[in-house]
């Protein structure tokens, strides 16, 4: 297995070649227009498996974005592992703030920028590549299957069906995927636990058209000024969230395992200069770390209304949207946390509006064991690359349909992510270190050879 080092170095031109070739497809999943980028962005995803050493590739629809399947048996009997990624990619907007084009990679000081780089493709090729190091070698010790989707950026709308429809097909001993972060390669964690998604847009319509802020200023309910209001009494003082009954599935976390993240390295100054914020903000009573890891949150992730291009144009408008992110904690429940809003925010609308609520995506929470064979075959393969031991580590993001798989397929996952909070995921510069991403192919192949061993 120590071979990994050398083959990374005589073959990582061709891997960043590769990785690069992907990335400059536009698979953005949440545009119509980039329909046909997504097919092509399978099909490269195919071809790069077969490349690898897969018996089999195949791209398979769905109701949505097609999947890609392939596999690799090498014995019937042995363990059996189904690696999860996703190849669709966020918008690249705002693009004024790209320092290069989002879809051309560039490689500065030691990062790949671009759409992708981190989020998902460059962490979905570490296990292409790893995979690829494994059937060259001959020395893959166990059963590997693959599930490659297009729709994790809109909240895998179809993947769950396409799960319950090839529940045979993906038959597998645990789920691995690369799709988190790290808190550093200095000080390793692996993910246990994710935030669940409930992604709403509200409108707040008004009068039957825009009208003159003059004639009718002060004498109209404003949509945008009440949508800002209603939006304002969604937290209290404190940054709780106002939304009656949205804490009662809420599970505190025991003082004991808050001291355990407590011990996780966190330095809030390098943290606050790095965002070049002079302050954190968040529900009183818990540190940044447990804010983001063990509590839910509420955002608001866009707003729109009246005439935003350049100039005056003095109309008060008709109509006024948002979008709203709550991040739920395990035990929170997506639909009915949905409906809560939806009650509370219809409630709290003054006369003279009519509001509207409609859910975009979302799903549930997840918490991954740390007693498990595979979850000890991860720890023990990132201490062998990396030289430390992972911290155990709860991630504020979201992955839905992680919760899903075990529900589905009856699998634990395991988050092997090699990605970095200042990866700036979702934003513009996106980026992922060199190191990282080859680091992480030389973790993976140790990962399948504890946990073959293990599971013997």
């Not at 090699?418 to 510069?429: R, V």
Request: charged fraction near 25%.
């Amino acid at each position: 297995m120590e071979k990994v080092k050398s083959y990374i170095e005589q073959n990582k031109d061709r891997f960043l070649d590769e990785l690069f070739g992907l990335i400059r497809i536009p698979s953005i999943s949440a545009n119509e227009k980039n329909r046909n980028d997504m097919l092509k962005a399978a099909e490269y995803v195919k071809y790069s498996l077969l490349k690898a050493g897969a018996d089999r590739a195949d791209i398979m629809t769905t109701s949505g974005h097609p999947v890609v399947y392939a596999e690799k048996e090498v014995k019937e009997g042995l363990p059996t592992v189904l690696v999860y990624g996703h190849y669709d990619v966020q918008p690249e907007e705002p693009l004024d703030l790209w320092k290069s084009p989002p879809f051309e990679p560039e490689i500065r000081d030691g990062k790949i920028f671009a759409r992708g780089a981190d989020d998902d493709k460059g962490q979905l090729f570490m296990h292409v590549k790893a995979f690829e190091f494994m059937t060259a070698k001959e020395m893959l010790p166990c059963n590997v299957k693959f599930m490659i989707e297009g729709e994790e950026e809109i909240g895998s709308p179809s993947l769950k069906n396409f799960c319950a429809e090839n529940r045979e097909l993906l038959e597998s001993d645990v789920i691995l995927l690369s799709d988190t972060t790290m808190i550093s390669l200095d000080t390793p964690s692996i993910t246990t636990g994710l935030r669940g998604l409930s992604y709403l847009q509200v409108e707040v319509s008004g009068p039957n058209r825009d009208l003159h802020s003059g004639l009718y200023g002060g004498a109209v309910a404003n949509p945008a000024n009440v949508l800002a209001e209603m939006i304002a009494k969604l937290r209290d003082e404190n940054n709780r969230i106002t939304i009656p009954g949205f804490y009662d599935d809420v599970l505190d976390v025991s003082d004991d395992e808050r001291k355990e993240m407590a011990k996780a390295p966190f330095d809030l100054k390098a943290y606050q200069d790095a965002l070049e914020i002079e302050t954190v903000s968040g529900e009183a009573g818990y540190s940044t770390i447990e804010r983001t890891g063990i509590r839910p949150s509420l955002d608001v992730c866009g707003m729109w209304s009246g005439y935003t291009g350049e100039g005056a144009k003095t109309v008060l408008p008709s109509k006024a949207y948002a979008k709203v992110s709550m991040r739920l904690v395990p035990n929170q429940d997506s639909h009915k946390v949905d409906q809560l809003f939806e009650d509370y925010f219809k409630q709290m609308a003054p006369p003279g509006v009519k509001v509207e609520v409609k859910s975009l995506h979302g799903g549930q929470g997840y918490v991954s064991p740390i007693d498990t064979a595979a979850y000890q075959a991860a720890s023990k393969a990132v201490e062998k690359v990396l030289g430390k031991k992972p911290v155990p580590f709860r991630s504020g993001g979201s992955i839905p349909i992680v919760s899903d798989f075990e529900e589905v397929l009856g699998v634990k996952s395991i988050l092997l992510g090699f990605g970095l909070e200042s990866d700036a995921i979702h934003s513009p510069n996106e980026n992922y270190p060199l190191e990282n991403f080859f680091k992480g192919i030389e973790t993976i192949p140790y990962f399948y050879r504890y946990f073959a061993e293990m599971s013997k």
